[in-house]
């Protein structure tokens, strides 16, 4: 199976900035798209970004601009850089990845614990 683990998260001023890192592990064949969701108190969890493996990216319109997501695939590395932090971009953020664990296994979604963001106005 793959663990994802996420770091970075924390609290953080208006127009601050935080680096979110997502470390996989496990039994890995190949990993597809990596991508980074969220999911506030009371709200649906939603796509933030996401990158294939060849590096394209896609960003939710909120958040186009300000976030930028990269990965380094010799480490099975996500990260998303988060610039001009605004409230609502407070939430629990997730990490994913689509993944083989072996040359025959379907491709499967996986999903990390999540990390708290808060920012304070």
């Known amino acids: 199976q793959v663990q994802l683990v996420e770091s970075g998260g924390g609290l953080v001023q208006a127009g601050g900035s935080l680096r979110l890192s997502c470390a996989a592990s496990g039994i890995i064949f190949s990993i597809n798209s990596m991508g980074w969701y969220r999911q506030a108190p009371g709200k649906q969890r939603e796509l933030v970004a996401g990158?294939?493996?060849?590096?394209?990216?896609d960003y939710s319109d909120s958040v186009k601009g300000r976030f930028t997501i990269s990965r380094d695939n010799a480490k099975n590395m996500v990260y998303l850089q988060m610039n001009s932090l605004k409230p609502e971009d407070a939430a629990v953020y997730y990490c994913q990845c689509n993944a083989r664990i072996l040359i025959i296994s379907p491709r499967n979604d996986y999903w990390g614990q999540g990390t708290q963001v808060t920012v304070s106005s």
């Open positions: 990158i294939t493996r060849s590096g394209n990216t």
